[in-house]
């Protein structure tokens, strides 16, 4: 039997809204198994749905440049947010942004040596190391190309916590697409549409939902009918183009975009440190810690 710790029942509680009775609960009966604990609280009701849990640890920069007919979206972090807001920092940000869209790397090993103004991308973040004085790193980039009849949007929120980068085709409405990068920012959907969703996905949440509703006490030979309304709610809260548009909720993304004469192609959405775990100090804990040592 698992060990069923307070940090247990604090992230379970954090992810699902539940009590901590019903968490230790779920746990328990899941031996310690959180991801099981979720789907336990979700089928008793408990819980609604699982809470986005991926803990915001690394500081850093998203940042987005846009030449013509190509863009790219990068994330480059830093250990402390006073860093990332750092003119130096800022620089070598848009410094690397720029030779990546020139270069159009394929992989990160491949954009470390892409040269930049002062040296390879590498040379020039170890550089910044140096004079700025915390670890620097190059987490994650990808380049969109378009054609002259698209059009892309790009949206940096909160000075680049966020960043949000669409490709829309059929449409020159730069606004229309730029209104949809911020759509996707407020409201962090999963996937593009319907075929983009993992089938182990869909069967996961299906089985959830068909023992929620049993465990409701709702008859079985209605379940099956329940259960189509249940994943097609579920599939519009995932997929963006299912998803009412947050400017005028009378459409859909999909709906707008087709109001404008374009289609949502791509997107890409990084928010800063997303599932980078981080240490987090208790000062408080620390101290008694070196005062009961000196006793």
């Known amino acids: 039997m698992a060990q069923i710790t307070a940090s247990l029942v604090k992230e379970l509680r954090e992810r699902t809204g539940a009590g901590m009775m019903d968490c230790k609960k ?5 031996d310690g198994d959180i ?13 609604k749905a699982a809470k986005k849990a991926d803990r915001i640890a690394a500081e850093g920069l998203s940042y987005i440049e846009v030449k ?5 979206i990068l994330e480059i972090n830093s ?13 070598l940000v848009k410094n690397v942004a720029e030779a990546i869209l020139a270069a159009e790397p394929a992989t990160l090993e491949e954009a470390l040596q892409v040269e930049a103004q002062g040296g390879t991308v590498e040379a020039v973040i170890n550089e910044g190391i140096a004079t700025i004085g915390e670890k620097l790193s190059l987490r994650r980039f990808e380049v969109v190309t378009k054609s002259d009849a698209d059009a892309f949007g790009a ?4 000075g680049g916590r966020i960043g949000v980068l669409t490709l829309v085709e059929g449409s020159t409405d730069e606004e229309a697409a730029k209104d949809v990068a911020m759509h996707i920012a407020a409201l962090a959907p999963k996937y593009l549409d319907e075929s983009e969703v993992p089938a182990d996905v869909l069967e996961h949440e299906k089985k959830v939902l068909t023992e929620q509703a049993l465990n409701e006490g709702k008859p079985a030979n209605i379940v099956e009918k329940m259960i189509v309304g249940r994943i097609n709610k579920f599939l519009e809260e995932i997929t963006v183009v299912n998803q009412k548009f947050v400017k005028d909720d009378s459409f859909t993304v999909e709906k707008f975009l087709a109001s404008k004469g374009g ?3 791509k997107f890409v959405r990084y928010e800063v440190g997303e599932g980078i775990e981080k240490k987090e100090d208790n000062f408080a804990e620390e101290v008694m810690s070196q005062v009961n040592a000196s006793k």
Request: charged letters at 25%.
């Open 26 to 30: 779920a746990l328990t009966q899941t």
């Open 35 to 47: 991801d099981a604990a979720i789907d336990y609280l979700r089928e008793n009701g408990i819980a």
């Open 68 to 72: 013509g007919n190509k863009a790219v």
């Open 79 to 91: 250990e402390t947010d006073f860093v990332a807001k750092n003119e130096k920092f800022v620089a």
């Open 155 to 158: 949206y940096s929120h909160m």
């Open 263 to 265: 289609k949502l192609a």
